[in-house]
């Protein structure tokens, strides 16, 4: 979810930019129901004093739809309810709309396939928010299995990358996993040409704030850069602002570990700026020092714990495969057994 502290006004800007493409798939001829979403739109542009009025005006599109057997343009108002309602941290709530939406799409999810993917990704979201992993895990996995099949746009690749991110940071036993899954989630929005940059700038930035919270001090830097770097991209001068600020004080609280130097002054919002978005490999040797600081013993401390995690992400992949080969044997000699006995009865002989 984006940060606590983001203003009122750009969730209102980010839901209307991202969350709700009417004219992507309103019927030209439903010019009632149209009015009352583009009603409903305008009601949360107000502020969120008036966000109550939109979703009275969503639910009565929604009852319109529902009594039209217009099933798909149903489950979207669902799936932008359920976002609106994890902005505001309602998790049952939000976890309801997005389980209605599949109901409505599983018959169609073939056809529908972005909308069906963002609502497994949603239901992850709320479930990982309560507390509920082993359920949000389940839709991930589900959703995961789809991307597989289905190869859908980078973008949604990546909110199944982030959501996975944030499920892993806040399972403690998972909480290494997570640093993987957000350089993955960064890699895919990076490929994106149509992605919000605001939206991708966020991703950045929670990821600094992740990387900070381990602490990884000198990568935290790094996100906070690339941060900066993607916030050129915003448009609504107020919001670019703001997250480069943010990204600043990461950077600020970090000064000893910066990625650039041991000094780490504040970045302008234009600064063309180095970035390395994924995580740091061994660093290059560097000239010897005689009477090594303690930040350059902490620094070296922490690039040795990312390389004892990497090792251990990859011994559990191979643990994983190997498992997964041996499920596939055994369930292959299970299968060709059953068919010799159902071809061959009992007394008979191949």
């Known amino acids: 979810m984006p940060p606590a502290s983001k203003p009122a006004n750009k969730l209102v800007a980010f839901i209307i930019a991202v969350l709700f493409p009417w004219s992507g798939f309103l019927l030209a001829g439903c010019t009632e129901q149209k009015s ?16 109550k009025e939109a979703k009275l005006q969503f639910a009565s599109a929604l009852a319109s739809a529902k009594k039209k057997n217009d099933s798909l343009t149903a489950a979207r108002i669902h799936i932008s309810l359920g976002k609106i309602a994890l902005f505001e941290s309602d998790y049952v709530k939000a976890f309801n709309d997005f389980s209605e939406a599949l109901k409505l799409l599983k018959d169609r999810q073939n056809d529908f396939r972005e909308d069906y993917l963002g609502a497994l990704v949603g239901a992850a979201e709320a ?15 589900e959703a995961r299995g789809l ?10 690749l990546g909110d199944i990358e982030l959501a996975d991110a944030r499920l892993a940071a806040k399972a403690d036993n998972k909480r290494e996993n997570a640093a993987s899954f957000y350089e993955k989630a960064l890699q895919a929005y990076e490929k994106s040409s149509t992605m919000d940059a605001e939206k991708k700038t966020e991703a950045w930035l929670e990821s600094a704030h992740f990387y900070s919270s381990i602490p990884w001090k000198r990568q935290a830097c790094i996100q906070a850069e690339g941060a900066i770097k993607s916030a050129s991209g915003i448009v609504d001068e107020a919001a670019r602002t703001e997250l480069v600020r943010q990204a600043n004080d990461i950077i600020q609280l970090n000064p000893t570990v910066s990625s650039q130097s041991n000094q780490a002054p504040s970045v302008p919002a234009n600064a063309p700026i180095q970035v390395t978005p994924s995580i740091p490999a061994v660093p290059p040797q560097s000239a010897a020092v005689s009477h090594p600081t303690s930040i350059d013993v902490t620094t070296l401390q922490e690039e040795a714990e990312l390389r004892r995690q990497q090792l251990e992400q990859i011994r559990r992949a ?19 057994e059953e068919l010799r006995r159902q071809s061959y009865p009992a007394g008979q002989s191949p």
Do not use: C
């Not at 991307?147 to 949604?156: G, L, N, R, T, V």
């Not at 191979?318 to 060709?336: C, H, L, S, W």
């Open 36 to 51: 009352t979403l583009e009603s409903a739109k305008q009601s949360l542009a107000l502020g969120k004093a008036h966000w």
């Open 127 to 141: 479930q990982t928010l309560r507390g509920l992993f082993r359920q949000a895990r389940a839709a991930l996995t």
């Open 147 to 156: 991307a597989d099949k289905w190869k859908p746009q980078a973008e949604i």
């Open 318 to 336: 191979q643990e994983y495969t190997r498992e997964m080969g041996r499920i596939q044997d055994a369930n292959f000699k299970r299968v060709t």
